[in-house]
């Protein structure tokens, strides 16, 4: 079985990386389906077998043969032109392949492989800033004073808190009640700079992070092979493919699954430019995140957004960011709102003015 099967990934992959005139090669329908297949965790093919069989491969072109690695990766790597959303994780894999390097007995299997390229480490650390990051923040003349009454209640809040709260909190609340606890969303990116080293080195969907109030998520597009490919990168992982506390695709399922509960999740999250769902409808969407990590276990203490789940549940438990929310969605939801607000004021001064030139000659007469 692992001949005949070993057999027809070289075939497929070497008639595809020399543009071969072949039925499945060339129907553009049906290379997801075969690239799907190729990274369904029961379908993996130790990499040593390929490699055996791949010497026994007879080419007759007379460019440089290029090696078993090579092919993967540039297969891996490739876009397909009929799918243009899958550009940016082609151009994410790509960037991340050329920093894999190794033989193929470095690596299982092929969604050992995949795995390297896809999930890369988040280039921003969620789990809290660094010294010089906080001194930096505090030296803006206008955030001296509040930083330090932060910094102070956040010491003495920690050293009255009780041990077992010290601990990162497992969930986080959903899209929903984040909006209700003055959290924003904001799509992570959207008004960087794309420049030559953004371009060779695209941002992970991995680099989440939240700061003041703000909870910012790169962009995902979820389809039918988002679903197969997120279940088996996490399957993977759960399978030993990584040590616990690099489980970052684990990490970001739990994640997803806390802020998307229903469907309102998931309106909130396109609304803010986060999320495109292709699916059939958002439920579909919200249930396969609540599915996601059902079977995930994951320390809660190492992962990577540990931190990040401290910071949102503490700013969460804050009364302040609830009631400025709730003033703004009572007060200021509409125009008509805040057109009342301001001529309730100018009423509010006007009335002021007029009692103040009433009063003031009775205490002050002229001579």
């Known amino acids: 079985m692992l001949l005949l099967d070993g057999c027809f990934v070289l075939e497929f992959i070497i008639k595809w990386s020399q543009e071969d005139d072949d039925s499945v090669c060339t129907a553009g329908w049906s290379l997801p389906l075969v690239r799907g297949d190729l990274l369904l965790l029961e379908n993996q093919i130790p990499l040593f077998v390929l490699e055996k069989l791949f010497e026994l491969v007879t080419f007759t072109m007379d460019d440089q043969i290029p090696s078993l690695m090579e092919l993967l990766v540039n297969y891996l790597a490739s876009r397909n032109v009929e799918r243009p959303e899958e550009e940016m994780l082609a151009s994410r894999v790509s960037a991340a392949a050329a920093s894999v390097h190794g033989e193929a007995k470095d690596f299982h299997h092929l969604l050992h492989l995949y795995y390297r390229c896809y999930i890369t480490k988040p280039q921003t650390d969620p789990r809290g800033s660094t010294i010089c990051g906080t001194i930096l923040k505090w030296l ?48 992570k990116g959207e008004k960087r700079k794309r420049n030559e080293s953004d371009q060779h080195h695209p941002g992970s969907f991995l680099d989440v992070a939240f700061h003041d109030g703000v909870l910012e998520i790169p962009f995902l597009s979820v389809e039918n092979s988002t679903l197969s490919r997120f279940t088996n990168l ?18 970001y399922a739990t994640f997803m699954d806390c802020i998307i509960d229903t469907p309102a999740d998931v309106a909130i999250l396109h609304q803010s430019g986060i999320l495109e769902n292709k699916l059939a409808s958002d439920e579909e ?15 809660f203490e190492k992962h990577y957004l540990a931190g990040l789940f401290r910071d949102v549940r503490k700013y969460c438990d804050s009364d302040w960011p609830k009631w400025r929310a709730k003033l703004v969605r009572d007060y200021f939801g509409n125009p008509w709102a805040i057109l009342s607000l301001i001529a309730a004021l100018f009423v509010l001064v006007f009335t002021f003015l007029q009692t103040f030139y009433t009063i003031f000659p009775y205490y002050h007469p002229r001579n």
Not at 242 to 251: I, V
Not at 287 to 294: A, C, E
Request: charged fraction near 25%; glycine fraction near 4%.
């Open 140 to 187: 803006k003349p206008t955030k001296i004073f509040a930083s330090l009454l932060s910094y102070l209640r956040l010491k003495i809040s920690r050293s009255q808190a009780p041990a077992d709260k010290k601990r990162s909190p497992n969930t986080i609340p959903s899209a929903t009640e984040l909006e209700e606890a003055g959290v924003t969303f904001k799509r």
């Open 234 to 251: 996490v399957a993977f992982e759960q399978c030993g493919g990584c040590k616990p506390e690099e489980a970052y695709m684990t990490s």
């Open 285 to 299: 969407l919200a249930v396969f995140f609540n599915q996601l990590s059902d079977c995930a276990a994951m320390d």
